[in-house]
């Protein structure tokens, strides 16, 4: 097997967990916790998710990056001057943004989450899950741009 059918092998798998998984949390596990006002419904799938969800997500970053490497000079990849440099950045840019809600997450919302967190965990999951999709499509995308 080519080394780069490898890594988007390992690029797609990441991406069925990432994104599968917060799919269902925005889905099923999140409208049950609304609905009972419960966060400890969120916070127990987080629990299990992320000891999956984060090597995925890190399996993601590695994967696309090396991908994105054999596609389009490092230069180029928030240059937006094709369509194939927008749905790099685009990738990029949602990335960031996934990231960035993962840490506010991680470190202000989840720490001694309670009642009146459980909207502001519902904001997190319904934006990482949005961003998740919209990585998925783009990867999809720019692999179809082949």
Same mark, same amino acid.
Request: proline share 4%; aromatic share 6%.
């Given at each position: 097997? *080519?080394?780069?059918?490898? !890594?988007?092998?390992?690029?797609?798998?990441?991406?069925?967990? !990432?994104?599968?998984?917060?799919?269902?949390?925005? +889905?099923?596990?999140? @409208? /049950?916790?609304?609905?009972? /006002? *419960? @966060?400890?419904?969120?916070? $127990? =799938?987080?629990?299990? =998710?992320?000891?999956?969800?984060?090597?995925?997500? =890190?399996?993601?970053?590695?994967?696309?990056? =090396?991908?994105?490497? &054999? #596609?389009? @000079?490092?230069?180029? !990849?928030?240059?937006?001057? $094709?369509?194939?440099?927008?749905?790099? &950045?685009?990738?990029?840019?949602?990335?960031?943004?996934?990231?960035?809600?993962?840490?506010?997450?991680?470190? /202000?919302?989840? @720490? &001694?989450?309670?009642?009146? #967190?459980? #909207? $502001?965990?519902? !904001?997190?999951?319904?934006?990482?899950?949005?961003? $998740?999709?919209?990585?998925?499509?783009?990867?999809? +995308?720019?692999?179809?741009?082949?």
């Amino acid at each position: 097997m *080519e080394a780069r059918t490898a !890594w988007l092998l390992l690029h797609l798998l990441g991406a069925a967990i !990432w994104t599968g998984g917060h799919l269902v949390l925005a +889905l099923t596990v999140l @409208p /049950r916790a609304l609905h009972r /006002r *419960e @966060p400890g419904i969120v916070l $127990s =799938f987080e629990e299990g =998710f992320e000891r999956l969800a984060l090597p995925a997500l =890190f399996l993601q970053i590695l994967s696309g990056l =090396f991908l994105l490497h &054999g #596609r389009l @000079p490092v230069t180029r !990849w928030l240059a937006f001057g $094709s369509p194939e440099e927008t749905l790099a &950045g685009v990738k990029l840019l949602a990335l960031a943004l996934t990231l960035g809600l993962a840490l506010h997450a991680r470190f /202000r919302v989840l @720490p &001694g989450a309670g009642e009146t #967190r459980l #909207r $502001s965990m519902a !904001w997190h999951i319904a934006a990482v899950t949005l961003l $998740s999709v919209l990585l998925l499509v783009a990867g999809g +995308l720019l692999t179809a741009a082949v």
